[in-house]
Structure formats: C-alpha cells, structure tokens
Antibody, heavy 126, light 113 residues
Framework: QVQLVQSGSELEKPGASVKVSCKASGYSFTTYAINWVRQAPGQGLEWMGWLNTNTGNPTYAQGFTGRFLFSLDTSVSTAYLQINSLKAEDTAVYYC???????????????????WGKGTTVTVSS | QSVLTQPPSVSGAPGQRVTISCTGSSANIGAGYDVHWYQHLPGTAPKLLIYGNNNRPSGVPDRFSASKSGTSASLAITGLQAEDEADYYCQSYDSSLSLGAWLFGGGTKLAVL
C-alpha cells in the first residue's frame, strides 16, 4: 500500500526551528519526487516547492526561500521539511505529496500529486 | 490572491449538478499546461480527483468530470451527494519567472444543501 506518513503536530516558539518528516512506503522512494504544500488557517493550498528524491536537489517556490529547507534520508525513505527562525505566520498544516509522472505519449507526461500525507500541524506561539 | 481563480463557494441540493470554474491566463492554463483537481475534506489528506485535465483515477466515481478550454478549466459534479461536501482545488503550472512552477487555485467550498 503506497502511503506517506507524516510526523505529529508541533508547537514551537517564535525563533525556534522545526523539522517535519514524511516517510514513504509501498513504492521505490527515489523514483518519485516529493512536493511540500502548506495550508495556513482559513487559507487554501499553497505549493512550497519540491524535492528530487533521486538527487536530493530541492526547488523552492517564491516565498519559501531562506528559512525553509527540504532534505531527505533515502536509507529510511523519508523526506524532511525544516523551517528555521519560526514566525507566527508559519502556523499552518504542512503536507507532503508524491509527484507522479504519468506518461501520455513518447515525449509528454502528466505530473500530479497522487498520494498525500495526512498533514502536520505546526503552531508557532509564544 | 491566487493566479488561478476559483469561486469561493458553490452549493447544490442532493442529486443536482454543480460546476466549479478555474480561470487562469496565458502564462499557465492558456500556455497549454495541464490541470488537475483535488478534493479536500478538512482534517484529511487532499485527494486526487482528476488528472490530466479530464481523467479520473481509479476509484473516483464518474459523477466527477472536468474539462479545459483556453485559459480556463472546470470541474462538474453530477448527482450531488452529501459526501461531496468538501473543498475543491484546481492545480496547474506557470511559466512566469516571478511565480513558482506549480499553482493551486484558491479553492472552492462545495456545500450540499
């Protein structure tokens, strides 16, 4: 069964750091990239960037550079999101999602998120 | 404000048909990028509903369908059921250098009356 299991809720103070994990099972971890998606309270889904699980190379969306770090440990099929210098506005639910590459024709593909973690709530409060 | 514009809310009675629009621009949907749709019940993981503009993953009822034309896409739900009450998001990609590659619409809350 293909699934992504995320770590539990976190409560942190402003200025601290947090590391969210996303453990994959049921498939070859390095075959599919991982997207990170944020949902702030009362807001919609927001793409944070993606992690190439084959090379470890991260790509960050605008607004998620500097304090946000994607990493991975292939030995345990786990991707990580670290947020440094936490701010109150980082309070949100963070999701990881598998990026599925669906071949349409010889040279074209669909890329979409077919499996999602259940989300990790990060609360930043003094 | 999202680059992909969705109505904040739609509603319908059980059994009725509703549509949710997703309006983009020549930098995203209009550039030929594919559109995917996700269903999200609060407190749960979002679920892939439609991929590649109009394809349903295995297990998604054929009550759900979608289309894309020009700079817009739409999701249609027929035979509304109470369990369809959720938030729905379109997702595409953007070629503008000032934006991230993946885009979500702002989301539409579906109420089943």
């Amino acid at each position: 069964q293909v699934q992504l299991v995320q770590s539990g809720s976190e409560l942190e103070k402003p200025g601290a750091s947090v590391k969210v994990s996303c453990k994959a099972s049921g498939y070859s971890f390095t075959t599919y990239a991982i997207n990170w998606v944020r949902q702030a309270p009362g807001q919609g889904l927001e793409w944070m960037g993606w992690l190439n699980t084959n090379t470890g190379n991260p790509t960050y969306a605008q607004g998620f550079t500097g304090r946000f770090l994607f990493s991975l440990d292939t030995s345990v099929s786990t991707a990580y999101l670290q947020i440094n210098s936490l701010k109150a506005e980082d309070t949100a639910v963070y999701y990881c999602a598998r990026v599925y590459k669906h071949q349409v024709t010889t040279n074209s593909y669909y890329y979409y998120m077919d499996v999602w973690g259940k989300g990790t709530t990060v609360t930043v409060s003094s | 404000q999202s680059v992909l514009t969705q109505p904040p809310s739609v509603s319908g009675a059980p059994g009725q048909r509703v549509t949710i629009s997703c309006t983009g621009s020549s930098a995203n949907i209009g550039a030929g990028y594919d559109v995917h749709w996700y269903q999200h019940l609060p407190g749960t993981a979002p679920k892939l509903l439609i991929y590649g503009n109009n394809n349903r993953p295995s297990g998604v009822p054929d009550r759900f369908s979608a289309s894309k034309s020009g700079t817009s896409a739409s999701l249609a739900i027929t035979g509304l059921q109470a369990e369809d009450e959720a938030d729905y998001y379109c997702q595409s990609y953007d070629s503008s250098l000032s934006l991230g590659a993946w885009l979500f619409g702002g989301g539409t809350k579906l109420a089943v009356l």
